[in-house]
């Protein structure tokens, strides 16, 4: 008895099938939480879950669950999966290859008819991407106890409409809500497969990366108060300019990450918003966007340390009034010790190179985290692209990252 390869024909009809139900072809792919094209999709991948052998059910925030029964389903279950939302003008490959490999496996374990004994589960968490309520992970999140009822009233989308109308509309019944959350325990492993969103396993030419922590995002919103005042009329020596402290910020923040103690040390200003924002005009507020991620969450907040330290100076110097608001601080989440060496194994037997790695980016795996054993195994992203039609990952690297799961879980179920 054995688990045969998967089949990266299979893989690619799923996936293309599923990119056809996208609000936006001729940009990519579109699927925002349950818009007609979600709901859709939604239907076909239970479809294709059942189709396959899988008993399907959903929670109270439309979590997707699809089982292959163990010989002992009493015990707590081994979980496979990831999203098929995405962010507008999004690729085919985040979070649905996570989907489409957790189907592929369950269906290779099934038909190799080796008996295993803990249910396999094949998850599709609702909203991963913050799209349409401006919070990430909403189906993970309230499965890790992080979203109430009462929060999920008073989400908003752009429309005004709050998540739990828009749940109810669809059907769903939000007085089974509490029911989502799970408790430390209740499940035994969780392993998603990922498209990496970086350009590291393709620099060293390997098709697989083991993850061993997600990193901790911390998210920060400064403002720089200086005086608007005449370009013209204004002499260099009367400017407090708040476009140039905003820039100062900018570069120290890049020069703390770079000489981190942590490799994995990443800063980034994204967002900025320059009033008045006119050509002739010296500028006297400034708000931008402070992302920054590490492995290690001492450091991070050195490097937070050091650069309040920093604008404290710049005040001074430069007569402005510097205002920081803390808008998430994560803690990083280390994959469990046990999954990674399973995985490792797995990598061994079957001759597959693999790389142990950091991820930058958040994944429901991070919320998963807080109350199962998880890890992660990333597939290459073609020039590290991701969130942009052109990213891709070859149909044959989901193959083998599936087939890398596929043996996890097995040895996972048995464990
Ligand atoms: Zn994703």
Not at 15 to 24: G, M, Q, R, V, Y
């Amino acid at each position: 008895m054995i688990v045969k390869p998967a089949q990266s024909s299979n893989i690619k009809n799923i996936l293309e099938k599923l990119n056809t139900f996208n609000s936006d072809p001729e940009n990519g792919t579109t699927r925002v939480l349950f818009t007609e094209p979600e709901v859709e999709a939604r239907k076909y991948i239970k479809e294709e879950m059942k189709k396959n052998g899988l008993v399907v059910r959903e929670d109270s925030i439309g979590n997707i669950f699809a089982t292959l029964e163990g010989t002992d389903p009493d015990l707590p279950p081994v979980w496979t999966g990831s999203h098929i939302d995405t962010v507008l003008k999004a690729g085919m490959f985040d979070g649905m290859a996570g989907v489409v490999a957790g189907i592929e496996a369950a269906r290779l374990i099934k038909e190799s008819k080796i008996p295993h004994k803990r249910n396999i589960e094949v998850i599709v968490y609702t909203s991963e991407e913050p799209t349409r309520f401006g919070l990430s992970c909403l189906g993970s999140r309230a499965m890790a106890g992080y979203l109430s009822l009462e929060q999920a009233k008073r989400l908003k989308d752009k429309q005004g409409n709050s998540l739990a109308e828009v749940l109810e509309g669809l059907g769903y019944d939000l007085s089974k809500f509490d029911e989502i959350s799970f408790k430390k325990g209740e499940v035994f492993a969780a392993v998603e497969l990922h498209i990496e969103q970086g350009a590291v396993l393709e620099s060293m030419g390997l098709p697989i990366g083991i993850v061993d922590t997600i990193s901790g995002p911390t998210k920060l919103e400064v403002s720089v108060y200086g005086k608007q005042s005449h370009a013209g009329g204004t002499p260099m020596n009367l400017r407090h300019d708040a476009f140039l402290a905003c820039s100062e910020i900018a570069l120290k923040v890049e020069k703390l990450a770079k000489k981190s103690s942590s490799k994995d040390t990443v800063a980034t200003v994204g967002l900025v918003n320059v009033i008045p924002n006119a050509s002739n005009v010296i500028s006297g507020e400034v708000h931008f966007s402070l992302d920054i991620r590490d492995s290690d969450y001492e450091v991070k907040h050195k490097l937070i340390e050091e650069l309040k330290d920093f604008t404290k100076q710049l005040e001074k110097s430069r007569g402005v009034t510097i205002k920081i608001k803390q808008i998430n601080d994560d803690l990083p989440t280390k994959s469990d010790d046990r999954i990674i060496e399973i995985l490792e194994n797995s990598c061994k037997e079957k001759n597959i190179s693999y790389h142990k790695m950091v991820s930058g980016a958040f994944h429901d795996s991070m919320m998963v985290g807080k109350f199962a054993p998880i890890a992660m195994i990333f597939v290459p992203s073609k020039d590290g692209i991701s969130h942009n039609p052109a990213e891709w990952t070859d149909y044959d690297d989901i193959a083998k990252g599936t087939d890398i799961l596929a043996d996890g879980l097995l040895k996972l179920s048995n464990d």
